[in-house]
């Protein structure tokens, strides 16, 4: 089993930037990946980036390239979503996962935390 914990969302003006946090905890995570999720009002749950944690290879959806950057930091089995000029569409609530790089399934999430950017 893996727990994720998610901080750092809140209120921000467009342009803006927030850092997100994602803490894992109760295995060890080397065959695995993490990702951030977004999910808005009335919307589906879309991809927003994701990391593997060995190599650390990086990928993200074409909304976000340029703007987000996904990092981890081993030691603190964290990892960290840096969102930079931030759109009122980027407004939703963000969602860590993790995903077994075997099976490539998306297994452990967190609660998510929400990130509201006002125009």
């Known amino acids: 089993q893996v727990q994720l914990v998610e901080s750092g969302g809140g209120l921000v003006q467009a342009g803006g930037s927030l850092r997100l946090s994602c803490a894992a905890s109760?295995?060890?995570?080397?065959?695995?990946?993490m990702g951030w999720f977004r999910q808005a009002p009335g919307k589906e749950r879309e991809f927003v980036a994701s990391?593997?944690?060995?190599?650390?290879?990086?990928g993200y959806a074409s909304s976000v390239k340029g703007r987000f950057t996904i990092s981890r930091d081993n030691a603190k089995n964290t990892v960290y979503l840096q969102m930079n000029s931030l759109k009122p569409e980027d407004t939703a609530i963000y969602c860590c996962?993790?995903?077994?790089?075997?099976?490539?399934?998306?297994?452990?999430w967190g609660r998510g935390t929400q990130v509201t950017v006002s125009s």
């Open positions: 996962g993790v995903r077994n790089t075997v099976t490539s399934v998306w297994q452990y």
């Open positions: 109760g295995r060890t995570l080397s065959t695995y990946a």
């Open positions: 990391i593997t944690w060995s190599a650390g290879l990086t």
